[in-house]
């Protein structure tokens, strides 16, 4: 079966620091990429950030990019989102998302990713 467990979100002051973790099983993912999307309330779910194995590659939005962090642990599957110096406008919910984009160019389209999390609120007050 496969799963994409997500932890961490909660609610945060605008300024503070969050951590996500999305652990991936059932599927021999292999060189593939895994990272986050996130939708906000009457908002289209958008690109937030991606590791791609091959290469080792790390992929942000414009709008996280300098206070977000994305991470990988091959070990336990896992991809892990730091989240520095959050702002209202990150309140969303995020979701853990995995699969093989075709190529650098795609890593940031929704449809290139075959798995995802049940997502995990993020709230970010002022």
């Known amino acids: 079966q496969v799963r994409l467990e997500e932890s961490g979100g909660g609610s945060v002051q605008a300024g503070g620091s969050l951590s996500l973790s999305c652990i991936a099983s059932?599927?021999?993912?292999?060189?593939?990429?895994m990272g986050w999307f996130r939708q906000a309330p009457g908002k289209e779910r958008e690109f937030v950030a991606t590791f791609r194995w091959r290469g080792r590659m790390t992929f942000y939005s414009d709008s996280v990019k300098g206070r977000f962090t994305i991470s990988r642990d091959d070990a336990k599957n896992a991809v892990s989102l730091q989240m520095n110096n959050l702002k209202p406008e990150d309140t969303a919910v995020y979701f853990c998302?995995?699969?093989?984009?075709?190529?650098?160019?795609?890593?940031?389209?929704?449809?290139?990713?075959?798995?995802w999390g049940q997502g995990t609120q993020v709230t970010v007050f002022s």
């Open positions: 998302a995995a699969g093989w984009p075709a190529g650098t160019t795609r890593v940031k389209t929704q449809s290139e990713y075959i798995d």
């Open positions: 059932g599927r021999p993912y292999g060189e593939y990429a």
